[in-house]
T-cell receptor, first 111, second 111 residues
Framework: RKEVEQDPGPFNVPEGATVAFNCTYS??????FFWYRQDCRKEPKLLMS???SGNEDGRFTAQLNRASQYISLLIRDSKLSDSATYLC????????????FGKGTSLLVTP | DAGITQSPRHKVTETGTPVTLRCHQT?????MYWYRQDPGHGLRLIHY???????DKGEVSDGYSVSRSKTEDFLLTLESATSSQTSVYFC??????????FGPGTRLTVL
């Protein structure tokens, strides 16, 4: 069973739309949570950390539900430049604090 | 951007040859990681290091070895390359449970 599961998509949405990505993780001992963004043929880059209280950064809102072991990312007012793959990432705290990655959700924002 | 570089950026090699990939950081981070990324699998941990000469295996370590003789350099060696090791290799640096920063990646093709 994969540690981190997310819908691979692709999600095709028009500019201005709101889109939500979901992710579940299997290890209840997981300690930190992130959304990374990866553009085609590039390295993953941190989009935002995810906190239990929920957090927002501009058009992006992340939520964490520890009881359900569920993480979400909401993107409002989608831009063409939001087209990328979004990686749900969990740190269990073992293996030298290595990250556990979901396979990614592909987003394409169209004009 | 975090000061992390990888070399080479692209390499084509033949089955059975040894290959060494280099990761170099200027951030003085204690933890360094090697991941590989393949379609349908997401990023998976190969090896990690928690200090000079301190390394350990990750999820997919068979066929790989690592060395860290200086804080800033983390080398990944494919002892005898196989076609199954064709992949994109990312180095990352991190600080405990906090986010990690990734290098630009090395695209390796084993013929």
């Amino acid at each position: 069973r994969k540690e981190v599961e997310q819908d691979p998509g692709p999600f095709n949405v028009p500019e201005g739309a709101t889109v939500a990505f979901n992710c579940t993780y299997s290890n209840s001992a997981s300690q930190s949570f992130f959304w990374y963004r990866q553009d085609c043929r590039k390295e993953p880059k941190l989009l935002m950390s995810v906190y239990s209280s929920g957090n927002e950064d501009g058009r992006f809102t992340a939520q964490l539900n520890r009881a359900s072991q569920y993480i979400s990312l909401l993107i409002r007012d989608s831009k063409l430049s939001d087209s990328a793959t979004y990686l749900c990432v969990v740190n269990i705290g073992n293996s030298g604090y290595a990250l556990n990655f979901g396979k990614g959700t592909s987003l394409l924002v169209t004009p | 951007d975090a000061g992390i570089t990888q070399s080479p950026r692209h390499k084509v090699t033949e089955t059975g040859t040894p290959v060494t990939l280099r990761c170099h950081q200027t951030e003085n981070h204690r933890y360094m990681y090697w991941y590989r990324q393949d379609p349908g699998h997401g990023l998976r941990l190969i090896h990690y290091s928690y200090g000079v000469k301190d390394t350990d295996k990750g999820e997919v370590s068979d066929g790989y070895s690592v060395s860290r003789s200086k804080t800033e350099d983390f080398l990944l060696t494919l002892e005898s390359a196989t076609s199954s090791q064709t992949s994109v290799y990312f180095c990352a640096i991190g600080l405990g449970l906090n986010e990690q920063f990734f290098g630009p990646g090395t695209r390796l093709t084993v013929l």
